[in-house]
């Protein structure tokens, strides 16, 4: 049972494009947001998180949108370059230990 | 600073097998997560320790256990193997449990269950 869904299961951008990915959540006892990029072979990196008190964050090229009421949000890749080619995991947890991960997004950034 | 260290990167096992993978987690953190990545499930969590007390256990059969040791170094075991045991396991060390600082995940343990 999937309690966070992610959308687009894959996508692929242009070098220098944006790239959108999108989860929705259900839990509204959630109030961490991680997010966590993968390459082929290794475990998932914590790449930028939010709390449910902030609408945006941004660190480099990485965004984190969030819509309390809509209980939505999503990461925005500025300026993708192809070494951002990896899968993304959006997560959402409400207590100790026990997060509620997406499906993941497999990005491919084309040169 | 050392990272998460998970052994064996790989294991092949044969159905009704038993198997124990090892996870060293970041020195001075004290939280270690548990998951199963699968293609068609993505990360599923399996359970939580926190100084050597499981906080939180997810959804898996009991034939999915664990435990962790004093200097935190943490073992899952998983008995009476099936073929849908086959996935990456990934272990994940935390200061929070993840909370507020994120995890830092390992390399994981690929089993193969034949």
């Known amino acids: 049972q999937q309690q966070v869904k992610q959308s687009p299961q894959s996508l692929i951008v242009q070098k220098g494009g944006i790239s959108i990915i999108n989860c929705a959540y259900e839990?509204?006892?959630?109030?961490?947001f991680p997010w966590y990029q993968q390459f082929p072979g290794k475990g998932p990196a914590l790449l930028i998180a939010?709390?449910?008190?902030?609408s945006e964050k941004k660190e480099g090229r990485f965004t984190i949108s969030f819509n309390k009421s809509a209980k939505q949000f999503s990461l925005h890749i500025m300026d993708s370059q192809p070494g951002d080619s990896a899968t993304y995991f959006c997560?959402?947890?409400?207590?100790?230990?026990?997060?509620?991960f997406g499906a993941g997004t497999q990005v491919v950034v084309t040169p | 600073k050392a990272g998460v260290t998970q052994t064996p990167r790989y294991l092949i096992k044969t159905r009704g097998q038993q198997v124990t993978l090892s996870c060293s987690p970041i020195?001075?953190?004290?939280?270690v997560s548990w998951y199963q990545q699968t293609p068609g499930q993505g990360l599923q969590f399996l359970f939580e320790y926190f100084s050597e007390t499981q906080r939180n256990k997810g959804n898996f059969p009991g034939r999915f256990s664990g435990r962790q040791f004093s200097n935190s170094r943490s073992e899952m075991n998983v008995s009476t193997l099936e073929l849908g045991d086959s996935a990456l396991y990934l272990c994940?060390?935390?200061?929070?449990?993840?909370?507020?600082?994120?995890?830092?995940f390992g390399s994981g343990t690929r089993l193969t269950v034949v």
């Open positions: 020195s001075g953190h004290r939280s």
């Open positions: 994940a060390s935390s200061l929070d449990g993840g909370q507020n600082y994120g995890y830092t």
């Open positions: 997560a959402a947890g409400g207590g100790w230990g026990k997060f509620q």
């Open positions: 939010i709390r449910p008190d902030v």
């Open positions: 839990n509204t006892a959630f109030d961490y």
